[in-house]
């Protein structure tokens, strides 16, 4: 089944710095979504990017999208100590969603 | 508007028992899709409800069963349970199946341990 790999596997920056996270997949999507999960609780949704679409932004969230790389980027802007989580893209194809392993982001004060 | 609810929040069986899982979907949301996440994982597809019909299923056993009812809520039942089987349960709704611009909206989870 297709899988989704995040890179890096881990990222640890200082309070106000931008994170970027990236994604990457196999094979067609009709969407890729974007989730973060605080200490193993439920999945937040973040955005949705379609498989036509390129770029789209949501307050501090910006999603790439090229589906030739079949890859997908996640930008959080001027991070904050509250963004320190658990990032999973799901690539949707096939009438659900397929994960990756997630990236852990740490926002140091 | 209420979210995505499940019930129980944590669940302590003991192998070979049965547990059952309870989810309510978002308002007008009339579809949902079961995950299980192990720890340092990603979630993994169970299956998917919709119209009280199994329509698609990921790669598990037939110990795990489902149901949705008329008013879209649904069941994760899993027999004869097996310390593999300890994980994040969660459940996931959206208006019919994922397609172009469907979002999928997430529950809390339910945290099953067997022991």
């Known amino acids: 089944s297709q899988q989704g790999e995040e890179d890096p596997q881990a990222l640890s920056i200082q309070e106000g710095e931008n994170a970027t996270m990236n994604c990457s997949y196999k094979t067609s999507i009709n969407n890729l979504q974007w989730y973060r999960q605080n200490s193993g609780r439920g999945l937040v949704h973040l955005i949705l990017?379609?498989?036509?679409?390129r770029e789209k932004h949501s307050g501090r969230l910006r999603v790439t999208l090229d589906t030739s790389k079949k890859s997908s980027s996640l930008l959080i802007t001027a991070s904050r100590a509250a963004d320190t989580a658990s990032y999973f893209c799901?690539?949707?194809?096939?009438?659900?969603?397929?994960f990756g392993k997630g990236i852990t982001l740490s926002v140091r004060p | 508007d209420a979210g995505v609810t499940q019930s129980p929040t944590h669940l302590i069986k003991t192998r070979g028992q049965q547990v059952t899982l309870r989810c309510s979907p978002k308002s007008g949301h009339d579809t949902v899709s079961w995950y299980q996440q192990a720890l340092g994982q990603g979630p993994q597809f169970i299956f998917q409800y919709y119209e009280e019909e199994e329509r698609q299923r990921g790669n598990f056993p037939d110990r795990f069963s489902g149901h949705q009812f008329p008013n879209y809520s649904s069941e994760l039942n899993v027999n004869a349970l097996l310390l593999g089987d300890s994980a994040l349960y969660l459940c996931a709704s959206s208006w019919r199946e994922i397609s172009a611009g469907t979002e999928a909206f997430f529950g809390q989870g339910t945290r099953l341990t067997v022991v």
């Open positions: 990017i379609r498989s036509n679409e």
């Open positions: 799901a690539m949707g194809a096939n009438s659900k969603l397929t």
